[in-house]
């Protein structure tokens, strides 16, 4: 059953029908939330990059009240700059969700530490904001989408391009109101990933618990190499970013993540996917095949070497859809999606709208309402990484589907993920959407799911 939803924003207006089109200044879900009681108590998992951002964003509705992290010096500091050192702190996470005073959760971990504490959390009567990509593979797909509908929790990932105003938004009413037509190719471009030398095996940083950051995934040795000082502009010393299989770099290793086809992937592939959606082209793909070139050699699906960063630096992928839709993810051109119809084409990235139906908006502006029609009709804010925590907070509080909802995620995550198996296994793949299986493979189908260590296993 579901837990008695508290009454956090209650003061928040009834939706869109409340707040007209674009209608976000001067009154913000912010402004409008400031009462005390109104705060809801927020337990954070995972206090690395991109949780300061997202706290930062959500502050001002969100009092900080737990902070779990594995790496000690990281939870303490976190604590200190966000909840002034009043937050508990945890290294284990499942601490957090033991307690009752803890309304929602944010899971902000490296990619194959989401899917255990996402499940865990919905279980224990959580509403959770996890970062993308939710899941480090398909199956574990499946098993979010059950949880959710089986306990009816509440869950947005953390694809904050769908909440960005103007720019995706209004690319995205262009397409729904027509102004392309029917799209014939969506291009997801997302850039390079980088490459590593071999980095030798190094001492745990003291206060990281290196077990429980592998958690689920098989153990392996820590590994860092700082590169050597370079100078800024004014002539200090700085370090570069180190190379390691730790810390944000984990996201250019498959057995912590996708690479660049899911880190950036789950972000524009699900513009892409969205635009096909809100074009009426909701069926899934039926073939994905590609080049994808790697530092390291595989075998079997599997890296050779395991001293350096392993998933594909460039590639192309080419995916097929019912009808002759095709979409494509590509390193080699500008970051944007490019979104081509019968009746004209739009360019979309995180600093640039263009193509001839934008020019058109001058003399054929859209109707009022389009962009709230395609944003669920919920309430907007300017800022996008705002504008994505209100927008699931207030979904948690009304019990509503929030805009980065787990069905439209895995549908192009699951994209993404075979991008990286067919990447691995070096051939196409075809894909039974319906079934949810890759045809006649038993080898790739056998990468949709991953083992669980002992010890790490979903508590259900
Ligand atoms: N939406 C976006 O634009 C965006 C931007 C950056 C990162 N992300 C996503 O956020 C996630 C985190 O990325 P990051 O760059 O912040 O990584 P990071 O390495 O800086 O932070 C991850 C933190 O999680 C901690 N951690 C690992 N296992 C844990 C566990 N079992 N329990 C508690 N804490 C644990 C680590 O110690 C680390 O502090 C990734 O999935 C990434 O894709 C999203």
């Known amino acids: 059953m579901k837990n008695p939803r508290r009454g956090f924003l209650s003061s928040v207006a009834g939706g869109a029908a409340a707040i007209p089109y674009f209608a976000w200044a001067p009154r913000t879900l912010g402004d409008e939330t400031k009462a005390k009681n109104d705060r809801v108590a927020l337990g954070l998992i995972g206090a690395g990059g991109i949780a300061h951002a997202n706290i930062g964003a959500a502050k001002d509705w969100v009092d900080l009240v737990a902070i ?3 790496d000690a010096g990281r939870r303490e500091a976190f604590n200190e700059k966000h909840a002034g050192g009043k937050a508990a702190v945890y290294d284990d996470y499942r601490r ?3 307690r009752n005073d803890v309304d929602v959760i944010h899971v902000a971990t490296p990619d194959h530490w989401h899917t255990k ?10 509403d959770v904001y996890c970062e993308k990509p939710l899941t480090l593979t398909i199956d574990e797909g499946k098993l979010i989408r059950k949880i959710q509908k089986q306990t009816g929790r509440i869950v947005q990932v953390g694809t904050q391009q769908r909440s960005t105003f103007p ?7 262009l397409v729904a109101e027509g102004r392309v037509g029917r799209i014939r190719q969506v291009q997801a471009a997302i850039g390079a990933a980088p490459s ?5 095996v190094a001492q745990v940083p003291k206060g990281l618990d290196w077990d429980r950051w592998q958690g689920p995934v098989p153990l392996a040795d820590y590994r860092f190499l700082q590169g050597p ?14 190379n390691t299989n730790g810390h944000y770099e984990f996201r250019w290793w498959y057995e912590y993540s996708g690479g660049k086809l899911t880190d950036w992937g789950a972000h524009h592939v699900d513009i892409a996917m969205w635009a096909l959606a809100l074009n009426g082209q ?3 793909p039926t073939a994905i095949g590609g080049t994808a ?14 001293d350096r960063y392993n998933t594909a630096t460039e590639f192309f992928f080419n995916v097929d859809f019912p009808g002759g839709t095709k979409l494509f993810i590509r390193n080699d051109t500008d970051n944007g999606v490019l979104i081509e119809g019968n009746k004209g084409r739009i360019f979309v990235s995180r600093g640039k709208l263009a193509g001839e139906p934008v020019d058109q908006l001058k003399d054929n502006p859209l109707p009022e309402g389009a962009l709230a029609k395609v944003y669920k009709n919920l309430p907007m804010q300017e800022n996008e990484r705002k504008a994505h925590w209100a927008n699931f907070l207030w979904c948690a509080k009304n019990n509503k589907e929030p805009i980065s909802d787990v069905h439209s995620h895995m549908k192009m995550l699951t994209i993404c993920h075979l991008a990286g198996i067919s990447a691995r296994l070096g051939r196409s793949l075809k894909w039974d959407d319906s079934t949810e299986q890759i045809v006649g493979d038993e080898q790739a189908n056998a990468m949709l799911a991953r083992p669980y260590r002992k010890g790490y296993e979903i508590e259900m």
């Open 167 to 173: 720019l995706f938004a209004t690319a995205m009413a």
């Open 117 to 126: 504490p996402v499940v865990e959390a919905m279980l224990a009567g959580k």
């Open 96 to 98: 957090i969700l033991e």
């Open 229 to 242: 000082a370079t100078k800024d502009k004014d002539g200090k010393e700085k370090l570069p970013q180190a």
């Open 196 to 200: 590593s030398p071999a980095l030798p």
């Open 68 to 70: 779990a992290d594995v």
């Open 282 to 284: 909701t069926a899934g």
């Open 293 to 306: 070139v790697h530092p390291v050699t595989f075998e079997d699906g599997v890296p050779l070497q395991h």
